[in-house]
């Protein structure tokens, strides 16, 4: 089985998190970005060939790829990115999912293989995907499309699909109004029942027979979404299957959804576990060197490689690699991404040449309900704190989505500043 991973669009809802970078490629509880997510759920399941389609933003995406995942040469592993590009067949950039597949599969087809297994790159999860594979094999499915259970809150902001008592699916709904979910139940575990999850969700990641799937991205040349056009043409016609899923499972699509996932990870016994050692994170083997923490006070949080954190009080938050958090300082639900260089290193010792001298959070500055993002430095005796409950906002070097105060990349906050 080959695994195509879609590097996703322009990201707009994730924005500013997007400005400088794909989805994929945002940093992701610390120290890992979202794109090691399937990456590593493909090598723990023993895939080893894996293509990584990118459009937007990629150079980030890019450099991380190449910095992190190397095979050994003793077997024909790869990580292989395809960037949009203008071939005979297309001079067009990806219109969609299964444009940004058939635009590529000129290359792939150059492997030999059974099966695809296509993923999202902005995904939060952990499956083996050789549990779905068997399912694919025993039900002698063209297409097999993982799903999860979710309320009649929630299912609007889904593909639905409805199965029958085998399992396969009979009808697609994409993104069906709350007042149209009537009859679209499907069959679900008994614990899925008392909770109300009686509607499945496409969860966007397929397998397809390999001749399955060239056959009907031909056929539906037109075609440039699997959600929308392939997977409901196929059902007329083809076995689609469903794959229940019941683990934990977040698309990180939004501001919210990306802040709410993050900070998931800091809680007592959290439904995403980072410590599987059946199912670990691979990521760029920086080789930092550990955390000093100064007389601070933390709670349910997560300190990443490279911090240094003065006498502080930090709480349900996520401090990434190479932080410098100053002395007095409070930190609150909060997302701090790190850095990229140190803050104490001379500018001609950087590596990069982009972003502000001294990267950091100044002493005695608050800060709470906020995502700071990659070498922001933050001056003395700010107050980042939107005490005015703003839901959306955009101002000179911050943003508020959904009442989260984004500070994006490489800015520069004044001491005393108030948000």
């Not at 492997?111 to 902005?122: E, F, H, Q, T």
């Not at 001749?211 to 037109?222: E, K, M, Q, W």
């Not at 019941?246 to 959804?257: E, F, K, L, M, N």
Request: hydrophobic share 40%; proline share 5%.
């Amino acid at each position: 089985m080959i695994s195509i991973i879609l590097g996703g669009g322009a990201g707009s809802r994730l924005f500013p998190l997007t400005g400088m970078r794909s989805k994929p490629a945002v940093p992701l509880a610390g120290k890992y970005r979202l794109i090691d997510i399937p990456v590593s759920n493909c090598i723990n399941s023993g895939i080893s060939q894996i293509f990584v389609l990118t459009q937007y933003n990629s150079a980030s995406l890019n450099r991380h790829i190449n910095q992190s995942y190397h095979f050994d040469r003793f077997r024909s592993g790869f990580v292989n990115i395809l960037a949009a590009e203008q071939t005979p067949d297309s001079k067009e950039w990806f219109q969609g999912t299964a444009d940004a597949v058939r635009q590529s599969m000129l290359h792939v087809q150059q492997y030999r293989s059974d099966y695809v297994l296509i993923l999202s790159g902005d995904q939060l999860y952990t499956m083996d995907y050789r549990k779905m594979l068997a399912r694919h094999e025993e039900s002698g499915a063209d297409i097999t499309i993982a799903s999860i259970p979710v309320n009649a809150e929630d299912a609007p902001g889904f593909g639905v699909l409805k199965t029958n008592a085998d399992g396969r699916i009979t009808e697609f709904y994409e993104k069906p109004a709350a007042h149209e979910l009537e009859g679209k139940e499907s069959k679900v575990s008994d614990s899925m029942r008392d909770q109300g999850r009686v509607y499945l969700a496409s969860m966007g990641i397929y397998i397809f027979s390999t001749g399955v799937l060239s056959g009907l991205l031909a056929d539906h040349h037109s075609a440039h979404d699997f959600g929308k056009q392939i997977i409901p043409a196929a059902i007329k016609s083809l076995n689609v299957v469903s794959y229940a899923f019941d683990g934990y499972w977040s698309d990180i699509g939004t501001v919210r959804s990306f802040y709410d996932a993050n900070l998931m990870l800091t809680g007592h016994n959290p439904p995403f576990d980072l410590y599987n050692p059946k199912m670990p994170i691979y990521t760029n083997a920086r080789m930092l060197q550990p955390a000093k923490i100064n007389s601070a006070e933390i709670d349910h949080s997560i300190i990443a490689e490279a911090s240094v954190i003065g006498r502080s009080k930090i709480s349900n938050s996520i401090i990434g690699i190479r932080s410098f958090v100053g002395d007095d300082v409070e930190i609150e639900s909060s997302i701090v991404m790190g850095a990229d260089y140190f803050r104490w290193h001379k500018p001609e010792d950087r590596v990069t040449l982009e972003g502000p001298a001294l990267p950091g959070i100044g002493s005695g500055t608050v800060i709470r309900k906020t995502i700071v993002d990659r070498n922001v430095s933050i001056g003395e005796g700010c107050r980042i704190t939107n005490e005015e409950n703003i839901e959306n906002k955009d101002g000179e070097f911050y943003h508020i989505r959904d009442g989260i105060i984004v500070i994006p990349k490489n800015a520069s906050i004044p001491a005393g500043t108030v948000i």
